[in-house]
C-alpha cells in the first residue's frame, strides 16, 4: 500500500521529488483552512508542515490513518505532541538542517551591536559622519553564556572558537559539555556573562523565562541575542532593562508578539509601547524570524525531513 502524504506548507523542491522517488504518494494543500484539512486528513499517512496551524487533540482525533508528522523546521511546539505519541504516531523535525545558519545570524548580531554596524550605516546614509559615537566593543576578552546546548546551542559555541572568549552554557541536560563550551549552573553563568544568547525552545518551562527578576539576577550588565522564541522573553521587562541599561543592546530575531505560523506579526491598531522602544531603539536589531532561513538551510532542511521519512519508511 503507498505510503499518502499531504504537504500543507510549501517547501524546498527536492522534498517532493526524493519522496515521490522514493514511492511516496504526495498531494499538497497550502491554502485550505484548518477545519477543511481536518475533514480529509483520515486519508493520509502522513502530514508534513511548517507552522501554518497548530496539530491539536480535535485535529489528531480525525487522523485516524495517520502514522507520522514531519515539520520542516527545529521545534515541535505547533504539535501536542504528547497526545500524538498516545496515538503512536512518530514526529520528526529537522533541527541539524538550520543550526549554521543560527549560528552564524547570532554571531553577526553580535558583532553588529558591538560595533554599531547598523546605527553607523544609517547616520552616513542620512548624512552624519560621527566617529566617537559610534565607537564599538571588541568580543575578545567576554564571556559569551548560552542557555540551550542543543543543535543550535552546540553550532554557536563552535563559531566563537575563533575569538579569545570564554564560552559557558547551561542546560537542562547534564554533562554535556564539549570542547567549545563549559557547562555551568544558571547562577554561575548569571555572574559571569557579558552577552546572553537564547537557543532554547519554547515550553511552559522557557515561557516568559527572561523577565525583570531574571534579568536582575545578572551580576554585569550584558548584551542579549535571541534567536529562539519571542515568548521566551517579556518584552516589556527586556525594554525597562534597556532603559536602566542593565541589557546594553539586544539582537532579536524573534518577537512576543509573533503569530504561531511566524510567518506575521501580532499587530494589531495599537502598537505595544514596549515593541514601539524596540523599534526606534538604536541599539536593538531587529530581524524577522530569519535566523535559521538561508538558502542553504531550505535545502537542508528539507533534505533532513526526507531522510529522516525514508529512515523509518523505507520503501
Sequence with gaps: MSIKILHIDSNNPILWQQLEDAGFENHADFKSSKEEIEAKIQDYNGIIIRSRFKIDKT????????????????????IDCDYAQTKGIHLIAAPEG????VAE??????????NNLNQADAEIKAGHW????????ELDGK???IIG?????????????GFEVDVIFHDILENIGDENARQVSLQELQQKADVLSLHLPWTPETDKMVNANFIAAFAKSFWIV?????????????????????????GLDVLEYEKLSFETLFQ??????????????????????????TFESHERLAQVIVDKIKAVYSK
Excluded: C
Design 268 to 293: 494589531d491598531k495599537n502598537t505595544p509601547e514596549a515593541f514601539q522602544y524596540l523599534m526606534e531603539a538604536k541599539n536593538v536589531l531587529l530581524t524577522p524570524h530569519i535566523a535559521g532561513w
Design 143 to 145: 564571556t559569551v553564556g
Design 130 to 137: 560621527n566617529r566617537e559615537s559610534n565607537r564599538g566593543h
Design 98 to 101: 538550520n543550526r549554521n545558519a
Design 105 to 114: 545570524h547570532s554571531l553577526g548580531v553580535i558583532l553588529s551591536l558591538f
Design 226 to 250: 535571541n534567536t529562539s522564541r519571542g515568548k521566551n522573553i517579556v518584552t516589556a521587562d527586556l525594554v525597562e532593562a534597556m532603559k536602566s541599561k542593565k541589557i546594553l543592546g539586544a
Design 59 to 78: 485535529f489528531l482525533d480525525k487522523a485516524t490513518n495517520l502514522q507520522f508528522i514531519a515539520r520542516v523546521g527545529a521545534g515541535l511546539e505547533s
Design 149 to 161: 546546548y542543543g543543535n543550535m546551542g552546540k553550532a554557536f559555541a563552535k563559531k566563537l572558537r
